[in-house]
C-alpha cells in the first residue's frame, strides 16, 4: 500500500444520556466500523460522567473510539452527523441531553480551522471524560507535545468513573 492510501487515523469521542446510553454507544460503536472507507481499530471501555453546561438532565455515558479512514476530515464529519440523525439526536439546547453525540477529537495529527470543524477539537484538554478513555486506548498519545497524563490533575474535579462493560 502507497504512503498516499494509507488509512488516517482519527478518534472520535462518544457520548449519550438518552434512551438506554449503554446501548447507544454499543450500537454507535458498531456502526463505526461499518461507515465507508473506514474501520475501528480500538474503543475504550465506557465511563459515566455528569453534563457539563445544564445539570437538569441524565449523567452521560462516554467512550473514545480509534478509526482507520480514507474519508477526509470534513466528509467522516458528514458520516458521523449521519449517524447522530440515524440515532434520532435533536439539537435542542447547547450542551442539552442527546442520544447520541459524534466529536472527531483528533485526525492524523492535522490543525485545522474550517467554520464545521476545529482539529484538535478545542475542548479536549479541558474534558475528563475525554482524556481518560484517549488515555486507555492510545497511553502514549500527546496533545500540544504533551501527553495526556499531564492534562489530568487539572481535571480531578470532573467525576468519573469506568463502567462494567
Do not use: K
Request: proline share 10%; with cysteine.
Amino acid at each position: 500500500m502507497s504512503e498516499a492510501s494509507r488509512p488516517a487515523l482519527a478518534y472520535i469521542g462518544l457520548g449519550s444520556n438518552l434512551e438506554t446510553p449503554r446501548e447507544q454507544l454499543r450500537r454507535a460503536l458498531r456502526s463505526l466500523d461499518a461507515l465507508p472507507l473506514t474501520q475501528c481499530v480500538a474503543r475504550s471501555s465506557l465511563y459515566a460522567s455528569a453534563p457539563i453546561g445544564p445539570q437538569d438532565q441524565p449523567d452521560f455515558v462516554n467512550a473514545v473510539a480509534a478509526i482507520h479512514t480514507r474519508l477526509s476530515p470534513l466528509a467522516l464529519l458528514d458520516q458521523l452527523q449521519a449517524l447522530e440523525q440515524r440515532h434520532r439526536r435533536v439539537r435542542r439546547r447547547h450542551w442539552g441531553p442527546r442520544t447520541l453525540d459524534l466529536d472527531l477529537l483528533w485526525y492524523a495529527g492535522l490543525a485545522q480551522y474550517h467554520p464545521r470543524l476545529t482539529l484538535p477539537h478545542p475542548q479536549m484538554p479541558y474534558r475528563r471524560f475525554v482524556l481518560e478513555p484517549l488515555a486507555e486506548i492510545a497511553p502514549d498519545f500527546t496533545l500540544a507535545d504533551r501527553p495526556l497524563a499531564s492534562y489530568l490533575p487539572a481535571l480531578a474535579d470532573q467525576p468519573l468513573h469506568r463502567l462494567d462493560d
